[in-house]
């Protein structure tokens, strides 16, 4: 096994070789998705013990209409499994099959506080983009998902950038509480195997690929062929420097971080070049980086649909996963109850 990398190095005493991470079943998978978190859920089911969710609870903080749930419960299934995950590898399972989270979600709400929930990014964010349903739910965001990464006392946590703050809130509820009732669990941190938390920016040059907010600037794993083609040929571009060696301007820089996910290293080194000495054509640069996405999207797209046209075996795995977390659930609770002191015969 490789020694474990991450982003802060854990100080506790008692650093596990857990993993622990989730998806929200609000939409559609995407290449945000895939880079900043499923590469890595891939990567190390092969070495380390790992839990990875559906994070369906949390999705009913901004979805309170679940008409859609269980269709998209399924293909996030579908779809991460097409990307690589393995359920023989990775205990996966939905959130709300383990009710143990809310137990835990209680005893951790007792040691949030109202003053830094309301200073979290993402709270923020939401409250702004929907200021008709701001609930404690989305408040205590943070630690519903402390809950689900201590429940089975994970350190490890493989997200995408837009979670780094989430997991620094997350240790300090695990302080909080070693502090007050004795250490039991290890510090959770974010984790990447290239060390940096990555942010995969949309297709318009501003913001990140997101499930449920700018569509047309993200890239689905659902999307066929032609529309991949269609929104990569939108990309906002410009007409190219005109001074050597100019420095680029960041909706540029984006195109440039999407050619180094899926584009050959010669790919890469023409267009620099091309940028450098102010000769580039972004016409065919898009185009060459079109290609390169379909050719990687593509048979994920494929094996997703196939995976999701058996329903039989989407059940299995969920019941499967749900058995195998909810016995790492029940012995982390034995021991949270009596740290608190709630045995009383
Ligand atoms: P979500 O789609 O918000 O449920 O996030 C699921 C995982 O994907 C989390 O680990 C996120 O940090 C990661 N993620 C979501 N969008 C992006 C993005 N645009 N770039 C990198 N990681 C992302």
Redesign the pocket.
């Given at each position: 096994m490789n020694a474990p990398q991450h982003t802060t190095s854990p100080k506790n005493t008692l650093p596990s070789n857990i993993v622990m991470?989730?998806?929200?079943p609000?939409?559609m998978?995407?290449?945000?998705?895939y880079?900043?978190?499923?590469q890595n859920y891939v990567r190390m089911q092969e070495e380390y013990e790992c839990f990875f969710m559906v994070?369906d609870l949390?999705?009913l903080t901004t979805h309170p209409d679940t008409s859609t749930l269980k269709a998209n419960v399924k293909r996030v299934l579908a779809e991460n499994i097409a990307c690589g995950l393995d359920p023989n590898k990775a205990t996966f399972y939905c959130q709300s099959h383990i009710h143990e989270t809310a137990e835990l979600y209680l005893y951790l709400n007792m040691l949030a506080y109202k003053g830094e929930l309301e200073k979290t990014v993402t709270f923020k964010d939401k409250a702004r983009q929907h200021p008709e349903n701001i609930n404690a739910g989305l408040l205590t965001y943070p630690v519903l998902q402390t809950a689900d990464i201590i429940l089975h006392r994970a350190s490890y946590v493989?997200?995408?950038?837009?979670?780094e703050q989430h997991l620094e809130m997350a240790r300090n509820f695990v302080n909080r509480f070693n502090h007050r009732y004795g250490e039991v669990f290890p510090e959770p941190h974010a984790f990447n195997y290239n060390q940096e938390?990555?942010?995969?920016?949309?297709l318009d040059g501003t913001g990140?690929?997101?499930?449920s907010e700018n569509n047309m600037s993200?890239l689905y794993f659902a999307d066929d062929d032609d529309a991949i083609r269609k929104k990569v040929m939108k990309a906002k571009t410009d007409n190219g420097p005109t001074e050597k060696n100019s420095i680029k301007p960041d909706y540029i820089e984006n195109i440039f971080m999407l050619m180094k996910l899926v584009c050959s290293e010669d790919v890469i080194s023409k267009y620099e070049a091309d940028f450098n000495n102010c000769t580039i054509r972004y016409g065919e640069l898009k185009k060459q980086l079109a290609e390169d996405m379909v050719n990687f999207m593509s048979p994920i797209r494929q094996k997703a649909t196939d995976i999701l046209a058996n329903d039989a075996y989407l059940t299995e795995v969920m019941q499967k996963g749900a058995q195998k977390a909810q016995e790492s659930a029940q012995k982390t609770m034995k021991i949270v109850r009596e740290a608190i002191g709630l045995n009383y015969f």
């Open positions: 991470s989730g998806i929200r609000t939409g998978l995407h290449l945000g998705n880079f900043g978190a499923i994070a949390h999705s493989p997200v995408g950038k837009d979670q938390l990555i942010k995969v920016p949309g990140k690929m997101s499930k993200t």
